[in-house]
């Protein structure tokens, strides 16, 4: 069976120069969790909700044990109230980010002549989720695990 039997051919894209927030719209909307990113017609990287939510990285404090001193008693709700302020930016420049600042790239690829065997060995190699489908260079289709079980289904 050829990948091209199993390919969802509506394929949601988005630009590298879109702001990731649309990006984060895209994959809620549609309920997906990855969408190629295409410039001038060409797959140029994937972004994934993964990529989305490591924006959100607030560095963890410390576990070790500490005694405060009386100073420190009074420092410590302001430290809290920093890191909060800290996290709270964070969050306001996720969404005014480039997609091409969090995509993957370089992004594994699949041809529509690819068999199902060829694409789903490659998946499990690389552990990806998602597989962009290609047709002389050009986006034609996503493939996904889901898709894969289901050829896998339809062949026995």
């Not at 984060?24 to 909700?49: F, N, Q, W, Y």
């Not at 430290?79 to 996290?87: D, M, N, Q």
């Not at 065997?117 to 998602?130: D, G, P, Q």
Request: net charge negative; proline share 6%; glycine share 6%.
């Amino acid at each position: 069976m050829q990948i091209k039997e199993i390919m969802t051919t509506d394929v949601i894209i988005c630009s590298p120069d879109d702001p990731v927030k649309h990006a984060a719209l895209l994959l809620r909307e549609h309920k997906i969790s990855g969408i190629p990113v295409v410039k001038d017609g060409r797959v140029v990287g994937m972004v994934t909700g993964s990529d989305i939510l490591k924006l959100l990285q607030v560095p963890e404090k410390s576990s070790q044990l500490w005694l405060p001193s009386p100073f420190e008693v009074i420092e410590i709700p302001l430290r809290e109230l920093i890191s909060w302020e800290e996290a709270k930016h964070a969050l306001e420049d996720v969404g005014s980010k480039k997609v091409s600042d969090v995509m993957s790239s370089p992004v594994l690829t699949a041809d529509v002549s690819d068999s199902l065997e060829t694409v789903a060995s490659r998946m499990v190699k690389h552990t990806i989720n998602r597989m962009p489908v290609l047709d002389k260079g050009k986006l034609v289709g996503i493939v996904t695990r889901q898709d894969i079980i289901y050829g896998m289904a339809l062949a026995t």
